[in-house]
């Protein structure tokens, strides 16, 4: 079992920037991709990034590639997403999430373990 847990959500007026950080533990293999997913109030939920394990290689949404960044943290199995110049229509719970395989997906029906989410809320 992996546990995922997010933080740094919070209330931005709209064209800020806001960091997410995501700490994964329990039995992390390092090998698989991490990522992150957002879902907007009423919406479906849908693929922002994603980091691969080794080569650090990343995967984008094209609706953020430019203002958003997925780096690994400091610490051991983080990841962080920098977000910048953030739209209203970006308010969402943003989750972190790995499928327990090396493939990199950005289909949330292929991540096995999802954390509880942090909630961004942008202000016109």
């Known amino acids: 079992q992996v546990f995922l847990k997010e933080s740094g959500g919070g209330l931005v007026q709209a064209g800020g920037s806001l960091n997410l950080s995501c700490t994964a533990s329990?039995?992390?293999?390092?090998?698989?991709?991490m990522n992150w997913f957002r879902q907007p109030p009423g919406k479906e939920r849908e693929h922002v990034a994603t980091i691969r394990a080794l080569s650090d290689d990343t995967v984008y949404a094209d609706s953020v590639k430019g203002r958003f960044t997925i780096t690994r943290g400091n610490a051991k199995n983080t990841i962080i997403l920098a977000m910048s110049n953030l739209t209203p229509g970006e308010t969402a719970t943003y989750c972190c999430?790995?499928?327990?395989?090396?493939?990199?997906?950005?289909?949330?029906?292929?991540?096995?373990?999802w954390g509880k989410g942090t909630l961004v809320i942008v202000s016109a």
């Open positions: 329990g039995q992390v293999d390092s090998r698989n991709p």
């Open positions: 999430a790995q499928a327990n395989a090396y493939f990199v997906s950005t289909r949330a029906a292929n991540m096995d373990y």
